[in-house]
């Protein structure tokens, strides 16, 4: 017995990424830690990619993949630079919050 494939309409695909954007949206808007607003950042990138792949699947295009893997590959070089600022920051500081960052002097 053959399983019954199962085929995801580009529409929920696309849905999905509107959801995940407007929550990274969200959390850089009302969020004040510099970590939360980092990690609503990459949600948001990630929607990006989640949207290139379903059009690429819906149009039967590789070219899609290829350029979300060169996305990821920077995002995972964007992740290990701010990451490392943030913990600079917060050693020299002892907080992440941005308000209390927005007065950072010499």
Same mark, same amino acid.
């Given at each position: 017995?053959? +399983?019954?494939? &199962?085929?995801? +309409?580009? *529409?929920?695909?696309?849905? !999905? %990424? =509107? =959801?995940?954007? =407007?929550?990274? @949206? $969200? ?14 950042? *990459? $949600? ?6 989640? @949207? ?18 060169? &996305?990821?590959?920077?995002? %995972?070089?964007? &992740? %290990?630079?701010? !990451? ?13 919050? =941005?308000?209390? $960052?927005?007065?950072? *002097?010499?």
């Amino acid at each position: 017995m053959e +399983p019954i494939p &199962v085929f995801v +309409p580009t *529409e929920l695909y696309l849905a !999905l %990424a =509107v =959801v995940l954007f =407007v929550m990274g @949206a $969200l959390g850089v808007v009302i969020r004040r830690s510099a970590i939360l607003i980092f990690m609503s950042i *990459e $949600l948001m990138l990630n929607a990006g990619n989640l @949207a290139i792949v379903a059009f690429a699947r819906h149009w039967g295009q590789v070219g899609g993949q290829v350029l979300v893997f060169f &996305v990821m590959t920077v995002a %995972a070089a964007e &992740v %290990a630079v701010g !990451l490392a600022l943030i913990v600079t920051i917060f050693r020299s500081r002892r907080s992440i919050n =941005v308000d209390e $960052l927005h007065q950072m *002097e010499g």
